[in-house]
């Protein structure tokens, strides 16, 4: 409820609103009792009868009051009044962090100064069994004097029973169910971020993320969407501080990754120590150094780093580690030095180590050999996909069965179907396979033997040189939503260990000790069992990690990837490029087949061109989804943070952001035939993607078609039917249509005599038929498929001029079938070998 100026609440007179939290509305008020003015915290209305958030609101109460510290917010009294639920608090004068932030990074002297005093009061508050668990600018007031107060303790867990009020005294449940996220994403813990539950330590990896903040003046996780943030705090490392900000001293780096830590045990063992060490380095720190005001300064930090160990040196333990770490971080990297081993145009796709220096790899489904320092390479004479090689010079391949044959050269002999992923044994003699049984993917070692099974999709095993780990990759989820982790398994105990790494290309080195993957296309990193993280080397351009050898070399292919469009009209006897820049793909075409909506996607820049070849026109940043029925509008798919969807005029006109509060992300987008409303695909916080229906008009909301769980899947295809009463949708395991009037029930309806390998790309103008579209090795085919009756009639067979590494082909048909345009890939490689100097 919003309370008026002048309006009584128990014994306080509301004087102004200060401004609202997820817990609730605060307002500036006077206590008529004691003459002082205080601040407000109110419930609400519409949420007074949550009987849950009640409670958690009067925890907050109880749990703050309880602490007496000048770094905390000080409780004054707790009370209802017509219903009404309010705690009266110290009212700060000041501004938030999150305000001082806005110019960037703070002064070092600063910084220590406002960040000793968080910890103080956290390490207060987790003394006294409170965990905040909602740490982050917004909850942090610096005064003008410099003193600071933390607010808001709503989110505040128990974790010990208050003497008197039961006999046990061991960590309490209480706040949330396991599994249940609470906070603010990006700054959450990676147990808080995994729904895990979460003690002091969460408090101190929040704390990082603040003081990582301050230092470099970016958050050290900043993602497109609040999803995205999760899962960067689950399994990516933010950038080094000190390659932001050289000037932040080396103690006060290492005590930041300390606390951002991925493995909570890593962190500090209690609040209190990390603030002292904070405090510590606050009071150590040369004058020159604290200022941050000029390179000169680092430059005298670092003439003066002697004394500062000398003095930490009272502690001879810490000067030990200080000094070790100092000698790591100084410590030069090393150097990737490349050599190339292929020379022909081509995309191909494997390549591995094999004994004596050779490396096999594949070109067209085909496998060769080379040596590194030959420019020749040699045909085996075996089809199929290299999956690994033994230490006896076996070749493990996939030719459509799991097949093995010698590396000279020989005939395939098959030994099971399904398979996914194979990987000898260090042995040679074993091989270790992936294979789908039963509706369960399952890993076997040897074949036969089941070591591990799951219901989601697990590929891509490698068996460490001692023999007794696998690390494999495990997916979950579907379409664009899936998650990945790769998973240690333990072959003694068969226990398993998630890592937190997202990424399908690894494999073992330093003779199993690490994992090594490649993220992003370009960073590689090693982590080991206790998923500590270490960067190896960024490279420039994109890559593909093939194979690690125990000793570290690598075979990588260097990527390039082209996105090129063609189009045909009725009345053209041959197709055109309609290709822009060097990354082309169709987001849509008009009914008309004279417009064309395209995206630049390695520039994320969305064009609109005319289909006789005119030149495009940029529309401004962002992906294209759709193009309104007449052709005035674009709608774009802007990443953010936060997403956004927005209307972009093709011809004169300003852009309109739609309003679409709490939405995490979005995928996929078409207007609808009417040109009113559009159709999108959206992630709602704590929901699964479903799909929406939403006027574009001032005022429009977002209104669900859709249960959770069905996506548009990201694909440029023409969703929607032509009479705007039907969209294909991806839910339950395949493709179905849902209705999109209002009022009428959302029941998915089957797709009748849908191929495995079809998919649907568009309409007929009757919305009676499908096109859809089967790919094949070098070519694809469209078809017209009657939706309720299941008959196909053959519409066009698409052969690719030049197919060498082509791949996700895609054609946009209009509902007459009178124009398309063909989208797709071309991706091209060449291998390297890459080795290490020092």
Known sequence: MT????????????????????????????????????????????????????KRFEKEARSASALNHPNIVTIYDIGSESGVSYIAMERVEGETLRKLLVGGALPVKKLLAAGTQIADGLARAHEAGIVHRDLKPENVMVTKDGLVKILDFGLAKL?????????????????????????????????????????????????????????????????????????????????????????????????IERCLAKDADERYGTTRDLAKELSTVRDRLPETIGSGSSPAAAVGWRRRRAVFLANLGLLMGLAAAIVLLAGRHQK???????????????????????????????????????????????????EGFVLSVSALGELAVDHGVLATAPLGGGALRDLVSHARSADWAPDGKSLAIIRRSEGKYRLE??????????????????????????????????????????????????????????SSEFGWARGGKELWFLENLHTLWAVDSARRRRLI?????????????????????????????????????????????????????????????????????????????????????????????????????????????????????DERVLKTPGFESFVGGSFLPDGKSILFCGTERDHKPRL??????????????????????????????????????????????????EGVAPVALPITGLNGDEMPVGWTSDSRSLFVQSSGEDSFSVAILDWQSGKHTPFRDFKLPDPVGASMSTVLVTPNGKNWVHSYWRRTSDIYLVDWTE
Not at 368 to 379: A, L, N
Not at 715 to 739: I, M, N
Request: net charge negative.
């Open 3 to 54: 309370l008026a100026a002048g309006s009584r609440l128990g014994p306080y007179e509301i004087l102004a609103p200060l401004g609202a939290g997820g817990m609730g509305e605060v307002y500036r008020a006077r206590d008529m009792r004691l003459a002082r003015e205080v601040a407000i915290k109110v419930l609400p209305a519409g949420l007074a009868s949550d009987a849950s958030r009640l």
């Open 159 to 255: 974790t010990r029973v208050e003497s008197g009020e039961g006999e046990s005294h061991l960590p309490t449940m209480t706040g949330t169910s396991p599994g249940m996220v609470v906070g603010t994403a990006g700054y959450m813990s990676p147990e808080q971020a995994s729904g895990e539950q979460v003690d002091f330590r969460s408090d101190q990896f929040s704390l990082g993320s603040i003081l990582y903040e301050m230092a470099t003046g970016k958050r050290a996780f900043l993602k497109q969407t609040g999803a995205e943030i999760l899962s960067a705090i689950i399994r990516e490392e933010p950038e080094p501080v000190s390659s932001i900000n050289p000037m932040v001293p080396p103690p006060l780096r290492w005590l």
């Open 332 to 382: 030069s990297a090393p150097v990737p030095r490349f050599q190339r081993l292929t020379f022909h145009r081509a995309f191909y796709g494997a390549a591995r180590f094999a004994p004596g220096g050779t490396v096999v790899y594949n070109d067209s489904n085909e496998l060769f050999t080379t040596i590194p320092g030959s420019i020749e390479s040699r045909r085996l004479g075996i």
């Open 445 to 502: 070692l040897p074949i036969g033997h089941v070591l591990y099974e799951s219901v989601n999709l697990i590929d891509n095993l490698h068996v460490s040189p001692d023999g007794g780990r696998i690390a494999f990759r495990e997916i979950f989820g579907q379409l664009i939503h899936a998650k990945a982790d790769v998973v240690f398994l333990d072959l003694k105990s068969l226990k398993t260990e998630r890592l937190g790494v997202d």
């Open 537 to 653: 080397a960024r490279f420039p351009g994109e890559f593909q990690l093939d194979d690690v050898a125990p000793d570290g070399r690598l075979l990588l292919e260097r990527i390039e990837n082209r996105g090129e469009i063609r189009c045909q009209a009725s009345t053209d006897k041959e197709d055109r490029s309609l290709s822009w820049l060097n990354s082309s793909f169709a987001a849509d075409l008009s009914s008309d087949g004279k417009t064309l909506l395209l995206n630049e996607q390695l520039h994320d820049t969305v064009y609109s061109r005319k289909t006789d070849g005119s030149p495009a026109v940029a529309l401004g940043k962002g992906r294209g989804l759709s193009l309104s029925p007449d052709g005035a509008l674009a709608l774009v798919l802007r990443a953010g943070p936060p997403p956004e969807l927005v209307l972009m005029p093709t011809g004169a006109g």
């Open 692 to 741: 929406f229906v939403m006027g574009v008009g001032e005022g429009g909301t977002p209104r669900a078609i859709s249960p959770e769980g069905v996506e548009l899947g990201g694909a440029p295809v023409r969703y929607v039917s032509p009479d705007g009463k039907l969209a294909f949708a991806f839910g339950e395991g395949s493709v179905r249509l849902y209705p999109l009037e």
